[in-house]
């Protein structure tokens, strides 16, 4: 995982989720630059899309967190092959615009194309893993 | 903009317990790098 936050709020972030994969510290966030994740718009942040996925959320009994920290930078994932080769690289639209692990997963597994980006953001735990 | 198919950017960036990781570390494996938006 990579973040833009500064590294004793990743540390604490670690403690409370339990992660066991590295969380990569990125302060100038030159990475994301690099892979074209920018500052999201107003109604990429709050459009309907993420409205219907933190609905989705509460539905599932989840409880949603004020959110604190820069909401306009973007997110995203990318999948790099063993040869060091991008093969899925996605940048989020906004909060709700994630691809699912699964199908992550499934291309790793079987060349599957990963699915396009449902209404739901992944909780956590669930964000990124070395495959 | 996709990079799909090309070279994965190279970086030298600490974990959260200061340990250095670049891409080259992980060749030979699939690596997922999943970008958060923030952390609060």
Redesign the interface.
């Known amino acids: 995982m990579v973040t833009f936050e500064a590294g004793f709020l990743a540390r604490a972030y670690v403690e409370e989720t339990g992660l066991t994969w590295p969380v990569l510290v990125g302060e100038s966030r030159e990475l994301y630059r690099a892979y074209g994740m920018l500052a999201a718009g107003f109604w990429d942040i709050w459009g309907p899309a993420t409205w219907i996925a933190y609905f989705r959320e509460i539905v599932h009994g989840r409880r949603l967190k004020k959110s604190s920290g820069d909401i306009h930078q973007r997110g995203g994932d990318v999948l790099i092959d063993p040869q060091g080769i991008v093969r899925f690289h996605h940048v989020g639209s906004g909060p709700a615009n994630r691809p699912p692990v699964d199908s992550l997963l499934r291309y790793v597994e079987e060349g599957a194309t990963p699915a396009p980006m449902p209404l739901v953001e992944r909780g956590k735990g669930e964000t990124g893993r070395r495959v | 903009?996709?990079?799909?198919?090309?070279?994965?950017?190279d970086?030298e960036?600490?974990?959260?317990?200061?340990?250095l990781?670049r891409?080259?570390d992980?060749?030979?494996?699939?690596?997922?790098?999943?970008?958060?938006?923030?952390?609060?």
Do not use: E, T
């Not at chain 2, 960036?13 to 340990?19: N, V």
């Open positions: 903009m996709n990079l799909k198919n090309k070279l994965a950017v970086f960036l600490p974990d959260s317990d200061g340990k990781h891409p080259a992980y060749r030979g494996s699939w690596l997922l790098l999943v970008f958060h938006r923030h952390l609060g």
